[in-house]
């Protein structure tokens, strides 16, 4: 066993028995590498990353790939959920270099840490012929190497100063971002742009915002028409819930099969939406799914959410997820498999084959390809079967069963800070929608595991696992954790969550907050061998923790009443304006608080003995109410949120105050009122 063994990373143990030196991310494998003059293999993955098992099977487990690394470099593994900011880095210098990245990423570092050369995935001989020229090129050319290392640090640093550069921001990147994404709309099977696709949440529900406030059909087409396609498609778990991360093809049929937490909250979040727009029973029993596979399968006893599953199992991908024919004539009788075969296409060979190449590769790392057999999926149905429907509930009922014995992939269990927030606001934002007391409970358990078991002298910390909490939290932890406290208390009215809200924001602004430059830096800049200090605001699979604050901070700031921190989200907005307004599709979440910032919006205080029932009359909690805040008038938090003071009830009536910028209107108990008002005022 390597030095690997020592860590609570799923990933980094996996290598625990690589012959391969490995030495996690940290100052005894710089200082080795300066004291023996040998540059640093990096290599970044993640517990459930495939081809990250098909590298390690490939490589990082042979002895003749094991002995250069060991004899050449300093071998270094790094787990990019644990450590976001050494990912950052590497991920931007590899793109810069090739234009591409992605994971398993590898680089070569010089012993001070800067990339002079990376890439992805390499099948074996290629690798070999690669570390081969690699520590060629280091003992014949180091100076050449180093000045090159320079030169790439030099330009990240100059990439990162242009996006600093301050501009007066407007409402054109929204209109730009709906161009963009109605340009690349498949209206044939529904998302953006060909294969492979991934599930574009963020993208949905800014489009949701942009399409009310331009009263646009096109963008509403486009937001049902991909929510329909991902809901009918392979992507979605149709037995045990959820989504996977992704699909290889363009019709949302065969998906890359892992499942991440992130995926799930972000899309529960854009299907509530979807079903506050619509009123379909379709994206209710999404929703509904989704998060009974969360609590059932991803939710720690002690409350927390694990991270995700593999999409291995058997050292086959996909293998729990599929079913052949001969198995289902085993599980249904023939009565039952012509009801089901009525619900999913499903075919004797087979509905989809694995890419030669790809199987060439996964053989060649010991793993195996599933052979003759089906994804479920519905998509030439003309509408979602759903659990509501007795007969189609016990088929899929009798399919759990049979996959409950079935070798369950890999789960990655650490608790990532950043992804519990997305999915405790998920839940919350759930119940209020949907009124599933059951949500709102699990979200409050995993807020109060992560406040209290992941924090450490007041600060939040990143991860937890097998009762240990490591690193100091990074800005989209401190950003995801405010965002799902945010809805909490919105789903609750419970005066603690709002606290603990405006707490974190307050710790976020003295850790990472640039006083000279303005926006937040990505970490807190306490570990030297990170050589940057970014500021992330571009959004990919999560959103970014400068685009997703913004958004909080605009909350926030409503219900607080507080104009210098939304002079924080202002700042944000101009530091990116220039970049907003040339490529408006990289920004989904920061177009959810430009789009906020650009119209009016409401804080709704509720005088209520009962405000949480109240918030339930119909229309109200369903209602797409995307430019207002709802609170509780509270005296408990008046210090925090001067609004909520001197509002009663008046001899027991619930009263509705309707409040802009802290001024409020006479209050009302005409619940009708309130509800038209929110709908039909204008937000430009």
């Known amino acids: 066993m390597n030095r690997l063994s020592q860590e609570i990373s799923p990933y980094l143990l996996q290598h625990a028995h690589n012959p391969v030196d490995w030495y996690p991310w940290g100052e005894e494998a710089f200082a080795r590498a300066r004291q023996e003059n040998k540059p640093i293999f990096l290599s970044i993955g993640y ?29 270094v593994k790094v787990d990019r959920e644990e450590r976001p900011d050494v990912d950052a880095i590497y991920m931007r210098a590899v793109q810069a270099m090739n234009q591409r990245g992605g994971w398993p990423l590898s680089a070569a570092l010089t012993p001070e840490g800067k990339p002079f050369w990376g890439g992805t995935f390499f099948p074996r001989e290629q690798f070999k012929q690669i570390l081969g020229r690699l520590a060629e090129v280091w003992k014949n050319k180091q100076q050449d190497i180093e000045d090159s290392a320079f030169e790439l640090m030099e330009h990240l640093k100059m990439v990162e100063d242009e996006v600093s550069q301050e501009k007066d921001f407007d409402t054109r990147p929204l209109k730009g971002f709906l161009e963009r994404e109605l340009k690349a709309y498949d209206p044939e099977w529904g998302g953006f742009g060909s294969a492979p ?26 937001v049902i028409g991909t929510l329909d396609g991902m809901a009918r498609g392979g992507m979605r778990d149709h037995v045990g819930g959820g989504f996977h991360r992704y699909s290889v ?89 012509e009801q089901f075969r009525g619900y999913f296409e499903v075919k004797d060979e087979g509905n989809f084959h694995v890419d030669q190449r790809v199987e060439e590769l996964e053989q060649a790392a010991g793993l195996k390809a599933v052979q003759r057999a089906n994804i479920l999926h519905q998509q030439k149905r003309p509408r979602l079967a759903t659990m509501a429907d007795p007969i189609y509930r016990d088929l899929i009922e009798k399919l759990q069963k049979v996959r409950e014995k079935r070798v369950r992939p890999l789960r990655d269990d650490k608790v990532l800070a950043a992804w519990n927030g997305l999915m405790i606001g998920a839940m919350a934002k759930a119940h209020k929608v949907f009124g599933e007391i059951a949500w709102l409970q699990s979200a409050q358990r995993a807020a109060d595991f992560v406040l209290t078991r992941m924090r450490k002298d007041g600060r939040l910390q990143r991860s937890h696992r097998a009762g240990q909490t490591r690193f100091n939290a990074y800005l989209e932890d401190y950003a995801g954790m405010i965002f799902g406290l945010i809805e909490l208390y919105e789903a609750s009215f419970d005066a603690k969550w709002l606290r ?151 001899g027991g009536r619930t009263l509705y105050y309707l409040c802009e910028k802290g001024s409020c209107q006479q209050p009302t108990d005409d619940a009708e009122l309130v509800r038209s008002m929110l709908r039909d005022s204008p937000t430009r």
């Open 47 to 75: 517990a459930t990353c495939h081809w990250c098992h098909v590298m390690e099977g490939d490589s990082f487990e042979k002895e003749d790939v094991a002995a250069i690394l060991n004899q050449y470099f300093v071998p």
């Open 249 to 337: 093809d363009a019709t949302w049929l065969v998906p890359h099969f892992e499942k991440m937490l992130y995926d799930n909250a972000l899309l529960t979040l854009a299907y509530a939406e979807g079903y506050q727009i619509t009123r379909s029973d379709d994206y209710r029993d999404v929703v509904a799914t989704t998060l009974y596979y969360v609590m059932h399968d991803m939710q720690s006893p002690e409350g927390g959410y694990y991270s995700a599953e593999d999409a291995d199992s058997e050292k086959t991908e996909g293998k729990f997820y599929v079913w052949s024919m001969d198995e289902l004539k085993q599980i249904f009788n023939p009565e039952e498999l």
């Open 197 to 222: 696709k991934f599930p574009p949440a963020m993208a949905l529900m800014a489009l949701l915002r942009i399409a009310r406030n331009e009263d646009d059909e096109r963008a509403r087409e486009a």
């Open 500 to 650: 603990a809200a405006i707490e974190l924001q307050n710790k976020q602004d003295e850790l990472f907050w640039d006083e000279l430059g303005g926006a937040y830096f990505d970490h807190d800049g306490e570990d030297g061998t990170v050589l940057l200090r970014g500021k992330d605001f571009l959004d990919n699979a999560t959103p970014a923790g400068n685009s997703l604050s913004a958004w909080n901070i605009l909350r926030l700031s409503a219900m607080s009443g507080s104009l210098e921190r939304e002079a924080k989200a202002e700042q944000i907005l101009r530091k990116t304006a220039d970049l907003m307004q040339r490529f408006p599709g990289s920004f989904p979440m920061l177009m959810l608080a430009l789009d906020w910032i650009s119209g009016q919006h409401w804080e709704v205080v509720i005088a209520s003995e009962h405000p949480e029932k109240d918030l339930r009359w119909p229309e109200l909690s369903p209602a797409f109410t995307p430019h207002a805040v709802f609170l509780k008038a509270d005296e408990s938090l008046a210090d925090l949120c001067p609004n909520l003071s001197g509002k009663d009830t008046r």
